[in-house]
């Protein structure tokens, strides 16, 4: 029977169950965290001996502990091929952060423009930024930071809600758009040949409409048979549209998120312009940290044997989330979830109005989630249903402790709203 359909009676004496069960979780003083997509200290573990690994020239013979390369190592770029697809020449490898390079490239868009501009983007009035969400809220943050007005685009099973954004960018202020294509940030769903290509093919009133591509889970299965994403940059080609695109990755989650290698991608014309700009504004990366992880991970095949290390870690831990999730909450309809194949994430859907609600009362028993509304721009959800989980971080000992306070929680708030 679904919770909705309980007498008054019945939503009351469950409320209390579920209430006596909060207290004793109460009283345990637990310490747990489902906050953030870290991953743990196990896994970090893998990478150690990286660190041990003192290799100070390319394959060159080039001492790569002085000034130079802007773009990064040959190598670096070379592996970076290996695993997107991308041509290396198109590869630009910088510091560890990813993010740093999206903001850097919004930065420089703001400053010169991109491709096709015919204005820096700083002097475009009023300009707006597609954010489809639930999404990542570091992504947000960047565009609200440059001033852009922020537009939430839905989310669905296939990725952003093509129809909104098709219409949407029939605004010449639109002036772009953020996507996380595989597993994406928090949902965990992969874009679907069909969106892709919608997102490649579209007319957009703006000339220089930029998509921001963050493929940051691109090799991240944790289960056999992962997800398929379409290749970008061959689809945008077909339709004249490759200056669109500005790919990113990085090794955060795959070696050490403080100290990986990042890379981004874009078209010929793009780099054109680009390339110069990076050249004012630094001398070269670190180098040597690129070194070490060419020396750790040195081919497609020994990164596909880490990711696999890093599966045997995760799997279980989002296997015994999802388990105790469907046990106390499926029948009952009490909330909604994603079941990702890859990732970090899964994405809650709690009764509206309750989001924030459970994120207090979990608190109260000592479980650690993200801000209720951190997923949609401006930290503003409209329903007040939205959870981002992060099972990553927390031991599997401490899985079970910490979905039992939630779905706890869950329960509490789904009933006092049905019976205020």
Same mark, same amino acid.
């Given at each position: ?269 793009? !780099? ?24 750790? !991970? ?62 207090? !009362? ?56 049905? !019976?205020?």
């Amino acid at each position: 029977m679904h919770y909705t359909e309980y007498t008054k009676e019945e939503a009351a004496s469950r409320l209390a169950e579920a209430e006596k069960k909060h207290e004793s979780q109460i009283a345990l003083g637990l310490s747990l965290d489902l906050s953030r997509g870290k991953p743990a200290p196990e896994q970090l573990d893998l990478s150690q001996p990286m660190l041990s690994l003192a290799e100070w020239q390319d394959d060159a013979g080039v001492d790569c502990r002085n000034y130079g390369m802007p773009f990064g190592l040959a190598e670096m770029r070379r592996f970076w091929a290996s695993v997107t697809g991308i041509p290396a020449e198109r590869i630009i490898v910088g510091g560890n952060s990813s993010l740093q390079m999206m903001y850097e490239t919004l930065t420089r868009a703001m400053l010169f423009g991109v491709a096709g501009s015919k204005e820096p983007w700083c002097k475009i009035e009023k300009r707006k930024f597609l954010c489809p969400a639930p999404g990542y809220d570091r992504h947000f943050r960047v565009t609200e930071t440059l001033g852009f007005e922020l537009v939430t685009v839905p989310m669905t099973q296939d990725g952003p809600d093509m129809d909104a954004v098709e219409e949407l960018v029939k605004d010449p202020t639109v002036r772009g758009m953020w996507c996380v294509p595989k597993y994406s940030n928090p949902t965990g769903v992969t874009y679907s040949d069909e969106t892709v290509t919608r997102i490649a093919a579209m007319e957009t009133a703006a000339p220089d409409f930029t998509v921001m591509w963050d493929n940051a889970y691109a090799v991240h299965d944790f289960v056999e048979d992962g997800d398929h994403l379409l290749d970008v940059f061959s689809v945008a080609e077909k339709y004249g549209h490759e200056d669109r695109f500005f790919y990113f990755s990085s090794t955060s989650k795959i070696t050490f998120p403080g100290a990986g290698v990042a890379m981004m991608s874009m078209s010929e014309r793009n !780099l054109a312009k680009v390339k110069p700009l990076i050249c004012a504004e630094t001398i070269g990366p670190d180098k040597l940290n690129q070194l070490r992880h060419l020396a750790f !991970l040195p081919n497609k095949e020994a990164l596909t044997a880490q990711m696999k290390r890093h599966a045997e870690y995760i799997r279980p831990k989002f296997d015994t989330l999802l388990a105790i999730l469907e046990r106390e909450l499926s029948d009952a309809g009490y909330a909604q979830w994603t079941r990702p194949s890859g990732g970090y994430f899964v994405s809650m859907e709690v009764p509206d109005g309750c989001a924030k609600r459970v994120w207090d !009362l979990c608190r109260e028993a000592g479980l650690t989630l993200t801000d209720a509304g951190a997923s949609f721009p401006y930290g503003r959800d409209p329903k007040d249903s939205n959870l981002r989980l992060a099972p990553t971080f927390c031991s599997l000992a401490d899985m079970t402790p910490a979905a039992e306070i939630l779905t706890t929680s869950v329960k509490i708030a789904a009933l006092e709203r049905l !019976l205020a």
